[in-house]
């Protein structure tokens, strides 16, 4: 599925939300917000989670304060986000990995995000760069490198199982027709650690987390998984750039309220989403490496939806396991 609904956020402003004036002003926080984030403080996701809930408090008059609930790939944090009360004062920061792959991953938890969250909206977007470890692999491009990896044995790394870092791959060497034995790591920072001490030949991993090193050259990127470039890494080129015709996984995040949440209470945070998605914002996001990134309002729920089955349909036909 190539995603062409795409925006900049100096345009979200002049784009219709769900929400009515008489609903948007029906409903006001009068205490503090949680946005639980899935993972540990630092990474991609907490750096994100962090830049959208200081432009949410402000639309909101409340602090948006983020709670880190880690664990199970972040399904722990959203067990917790679906068992809150419907009461518009917790939030989910999701992302495609929670709603388009533990729901395979963890099918006995009780929570699918997919179906038990309601998009307010979508906030960035990430692309996860195959970077490969210059003094194992000779290759400066992605056809050299398919070559190089069908002539002899190679491993690579990932951010854990079921990961986008791993399904990335996993779709990645079944188009390219290579194999290669993979190591998974415990994020990001356990796996370009791993590569830049030398233990793996190849990963993919977010332009986020991984531009820093790419950049002083301790990684070769070859490719991103996006659609289109990465502003953070404008000379790597996308995987169909490479030859790989209809290569396109990636990454977004989102907020979520659970679905027994009452309209009115969705329509203001919905409103208060979508001025919060303004250009100081999206400057914050380029900053860390994101690309910010709108659905618009009228479609959002259709795209999380769509998005989420197909990455269930990569999980499902890569057989991951939980490790």
Known sequence: MNITRRAAFGTALAMPVLATPALAQAWQPTRPLRLIVTYP??????????????????????????????GAGGNIGTVAAAQAEPDGYTILFGTTAMFGVNP?????????????????????????????????????????????????????GSVGNGSSSHLSATVFLRMAGIEATHVPYRGSSPLVAAMLAKEVDFGFDTTAT???????????????????????????????????????LGIWFNLGVVKRTPEPIVARLTEALSKARDEQTAQRLRTAFVEPFIVPAAENQSFVAQSAARWQDIARQARIAID
């Open 41 to 70: 403080p630092g990474g991609v996701n907490d750096i994100v989670g962090r830049i959208i809930a200081d432009s949410l408090g402000r639309e909101l008059g409340q602090p948006v304060i983020i709670e880190n609930r880690a």
């Open 104 to 156: 395979i991953l963890y099918a006995s938890s009780g929570v699918d995000a997919a179906r038990d969250f309601v998009s307010l909206g979508t906030v960035g977007e990430v692309a996860n760069v195959l970077s490969v470890v210059p003094e194992r692999v000779r290759a400066t491009n992605l056809q050299d490198f398919i070559r190089e990896a069908k002539s002899r044995p190679l491993v690579y």
């Open 210 to 248: 991984s531009t820093a090193q790419i950049r002083s050259g301790s990684l070769r990127p070859l490719a991103v998984t996006t659609t289109r470039r990465a502003s953070a890494l404008p000379d790597v080129p996308t995987m169909i750039e490479g030859g790989l015709a209809g290569y396109d």
